[in-house]
């Protein structure tokens, strides 16, 4: 198994806090990584800097044997980086259809045609239309975003990320806001998208991540404390400190 | 409730038939009226695109529609006097005829507004609109103080332009050169609208993290979107020049940029036919509330503060019940 | 070039940067609090000027002219926020600057229907009318000093107002965090209209010194609106600091551009080609400065801060 992402002690500090304390970390192909850790460990810091949308202070990341530190986001998404939202990120006003068809449109690359009429275009309808079908959202094609469910939202950004038939999925908290038979079946479509392209996934349903993920890595602080099996970490002691002791806390 | 295409139809046959009928019983002025609103209304064809479509409230755009404007002025004045416009390093000499000043002017605003896009658009929210009036205000100022062609004052072109096959001083065949231009503009926007373009243009106004998340830059695509905007404002700017004959500062001022913007906020943001609709309520109530009252723009105030208000859809929203396009 | 001809242009840089900074702290400290932008807060310069000339003429008192200019502008203020602009802070930029557009227009054409086309004309006090001598044999107008004076007093009112008193602390939590002042029991519906008034005065001040030194008429606010968001662009939304420090280099910028740039050319061309293109390319300045820190800090030199 090879890595498709390699993040090599990469280090990020707003001010006096260090968010990102040389971290490292790796995600091979066919697998599920997760990411876990108690809230403000610096969990989106990171996805951030893996992403695009920040800068580490040092330190590399490295997708598909290319060093891409200093790429932006969207040259990141172009070379195969899909990524799903804490927060749903689509086109509200756009239909359920016509946000997928966005991300076809995306991972095409060529936008600046002015003529023909995009929601015509055949090749890009037929990637849109395969996507919603995999996420089971085809019969909703029509809806507006502003219309359709949460839950489907976030089936919605899975589709759009389908679209771009990324390398690697960078998924932040898919399951958030699902109800249980919601999370259950999610669960079931990641195990086998994993086949297709690994996923990062940072995620606060334990039932979950303990259920899907290959590796865990536990990040505390701005540093991974552990990372191993789910046995490993479900044994270590370090791990039930830190989840102990915040709990402890508050 | 109406359909939006019925309603589009309706407002185009409108616009021909009413000045066609003006023809008929000689009521010219009617027909410089309509005239007017077909050049406005190209103008917020324009905007709408950086505007409705691409969510970027610009306060500048006058500048594109002044230096379209000014390039008529320039190249008009020069064929005026026989003077050519520079001798070195190669002859370039005014002209007079219609086709050859809209495509210089497109180009001259185009650059313009590649340069003022290029900086404004490093910015979002408030700053972009600031920006984006200061660069127009810089360009009025520069009209100004550049004593060459009329400073101040502004140029007065004394015939107007010619364009093969018509002849423009008769009113209703220079109207008719207007309205096909904002016909075949308004469906140029409405292609682009639903191109691949105009959906990631759109998009990006709604969530620009979702455009970067598919692998495109929003800096790029709102730069094409503001370029192609100015470029069809300064097509206006000529045009309208040509209607008055005459320039003057006062086409880069910002009240023009807010004009243009109300053009398309009264008729609804985003909306293919709003920028007509609009152009023509601020003309009718120039022509007839100035009449009654010196004071009309109060009464234009008051209308535009309860437009946003309480009708944010604008005349069109209101009749076709649709929410505002740009929520 | 004799260095009291020099020193009095950077007076009048100062003066002018002075008073744009009266303009564009409102502008700022609006923007700030309450995320709106205000274009008809150059109305409320021009409300302060006409109120100022009106009182002035009719009492014969500047002193009180400028009094009424300052609770006339912040009446205003309480009067459009109140019944427009606390309206709009839930809105998008789009309906903010279009409500306010047409708010311009509207104070506009109502100014002119009350006191008609004509420019008013108000008189530099006597007590102000004649230079004072300075340093260097420096011969300056009173006036313009004390213009200086009473602008940099207003920085360090400003100052002390929101770093050492109760409102201050509201205005700062305002900026930072909306939901939370409102949760901690402030009245926010009270602070922004005071901060909206607060602003408005301090428009109004700025139109009612400026009126004696041009002429007080109808769109006189817009030009100064427009160098306020050109020195807010400059020193960072939100930021007073960064209005003070965005308005002198501005106010510098202009003035000593106009000054020197005509003579710098004339050093290699003929004399009236150096003053068209120094005076074209001075009319610029500011904006070609606005462009240079866009491109180093887009966000301002002091933006983000907040």
């Known amino acids: ?250 | 409730m109406i359909k939006e295409t019925d309603l589009n139809t309706a407002i185009w046959l409108l616009f021909l038939g009413v000045p066609l009928a003006a023809w008929q019983m000689g009521e010219i002025y009617t027909i410089t009226l309509a005239t007017k609103i077909c050049v406005l209304a190209l103008a917020g064809v324009g905007l709408n695109i950086a505007l409705g479509l691409g969510g970027m409230v610009s306060l500048g755009h006058a500048a594109f529609f002044g230096i379209g404007g000014y390039a008529m002025g320039i190249l008009a004045s020069h064929a005026q006097s026989y003077a050519p416009i520079m001798e070195t390093p190669f002859l370039i000499e005014g002209t007079k005829s219609m086709p050859v000043i809209w495509v210089l002017a497109i180009i001259m605003s185009g650059i313009a507004a590649l340069a003022i896009g290029a900086l404004s658009l490093r910015t979002n929210g408030a700053y972009f609109i600031m920006i984006t009036l200061a660069f127009g205000q810089m360009i009025y100022f520069f009209a100004i103080s550049w004593p060459a062609y009329g400073g101040e004052d502004g140029l007065s072109i004394y015939v107007r332009n010619d364009f093969p096959g018509l002849n423009t001083l008769v009113p209703i065949q220079f109207f008719a050169l207007c309205f096909a231009i904002l016909t075949a503009v308004i469906f140029l926007s409405s292609r682009l609208e639903h191109s691949r373009f105009g959906m990631a243009l759109q998009a990006t106004r709604q969530n620009e993290t979702r455009t970067q998340a598919v692998g495109l830059t929003p800096y790029k695509i709102r730069l094409i979107a503001f370029v192609i905007s100015g470029m069809i404002c300064g097509l206006a700017g000529a045009v309208s020049a040509d209607l008055n004959r005459f320039v003057s500062p006062t086409m880069l001022s910002w009240h023009t940029s807010g004009e243009i913007m109300i053009f398309v906020i009264l008729g609804g943001t985003g909306r293919l036919f709003a920028p007509l609709v609009g152009a023509a309520i601020y003309i009718m109530l120039e022509h007839f509330l100035g009449g009654v009252s010196d004071y009309w723009q109060i009464f234009l105030g008051l209308l535009l503060l309860m437009v946003v208000l309480f009708a944010p859809g604008g005349v069109i929203g209101l009749l076709t019940k649709r929410e505002a396009a740009h929520d | 070039m004799p260095l009291a001809l020099f020193a009095e242009q950077v007076l009048n840089g100062l003066q002018f940067g002075v008073m744009l900074f009266l303009m564009s702290a409102g502008l700022t400290l609006v923007f700030g609090v309450m995320g709106l932008i205000n274009l008809a807060h150059g109305s409320l310069y021009m409300i302060g000027g006409f109120i100022c000339a009106a009182v002035a003429a009719f009492t014969g008192s500047f002193l009180l002219g400028l009094g009424a200019a300052l609770a006339g502008a912040a009446a205003a203020g309480v009067l459009v926020e109140t019944l427009v602009i606390r309206r709009l802070y839930a809105r998008d930029h789009l309906d903010q600057v279009l409500a306010t557009f047409a708010l311009i227009l509207i104070f506009s054409e109502g100014t002119r229907w009350v006191f008609g086309s004509f420019p008013l004309f108000l008189d530099v006090p006597d007590l102000l009318s004649g230079p004072v001598s300075l340093p260097l044999g420096i011969q300056y107008p009173a006036y313009r000093l004390m213009i200086i004076v009473v602008g940099l007093l207003v920085a360090l009112g400003l100052y002390l107002l929101i770093t050492r008193t109760r409102l201050g602390i509201r205005i700062r939590a305002g900026e930072s965090d909306r939901e939370m002042i409102a949760a901690l029991g402030v009245d926010i519906a009270w602070l922004y209209t005071i901060v909206f008034a607060l602003g408005a005065a301090l428009a109004g001040l700025a139109g009612a010194l400026v009126g004696a030194i041009q002429s007080v008429q109808i769109g006189m606010g817009e030009p100064v609106l427009i160098l306020a968001f050109v020195v807010i662009v400059i020193g960072g939304i939100g930021s007073v600091k960064g209005a003070l420090i965005g308005a002198i280099l501005v106010g510098m910028t202009d003035t000593l551009g106009r000054f020197l740039l005509p003579q710098f050319f004339a050093t290699f061309m003929e004399n009236t080609s150096a003053t068209t293109i120094g005076s074209s390319l001075a009319s610029m300045l500011i904006y070609i400065l606005m462009a240079g820190v866009l491109i180093f800090k887009p966000q301002g030199l002091f933006g983000g801060a907040s």
Do not use: C
Not at chain 1, 91 to 104: H, I, R, Y
Not at chain 1, 181 to 201: C, H, M, N, V, Y
């Open chain 1, 1 to 250: 198994m090879t890595d498709i992402l390699d993040v090599r002690a990469i280090s990020k500090s707003f001010g006096a806090l260090k968010a990102s304390d040389n971290i490292s970390l790796s995600l091979k192909s066919g697998e599920i990584h997760a990411l876990i850790g108690p809230n403000g460990a610096g969990k989106s810091t990171l996805i951030n800097q893996i992403a695009g949308g920040l800068k580490p202070d040092s330190g590399s990341v490295h997708f598909a044997g290319q060093d891409i530190t200093s790429l932006a986001a969207p040259a990141r998404a172009r070379l195969g980086l899909g990524r799903t939202f804490q927060i749903s990120q689509l086109a509200p006003e756009m239909t359920v259809l016509q946000n997928t068809v966005f991300g076809a449109l995306g991972s095409d690359g060529r936008v600046s045609r002015f003529w023909h009429p995009v929601m015509k275009d055949k090749p890009l309808l037929e990637i849109a239309r395969s996507a919603l079908e995999r996420v089971g959202l085809a019969h909703r094609s029509g809806e507006r975003v502003s219309e359709i469910s949460h839950g489907e939202r976030r089936q919605l950004e899975v589709a759009v990320a389908l679209t771009q038939k990324p390398k690697a999925f960078l998924m932040d908290e898919p399951m958030a806001g699902l109800g249980h038979g919601g999370s259950e079946r999610l669960t079931g479509f990641l195990r086998d998208l994993k086949q297709e392209a690994p996923i990062l996934l940072v995620e606060h349903d334990m039932d979950a991540v303990f259920a899907l993920a290959d590796r865990i890595s536990v990040l505390v602080y701005g540093r991974i404390i552990a990372s191993g099996t789910p046995t490993d970490i479900r044994s270590n002691p370090l791990v039930r400190e830190a989840y102990l002791g915040d709990e402890g806390e508050t």
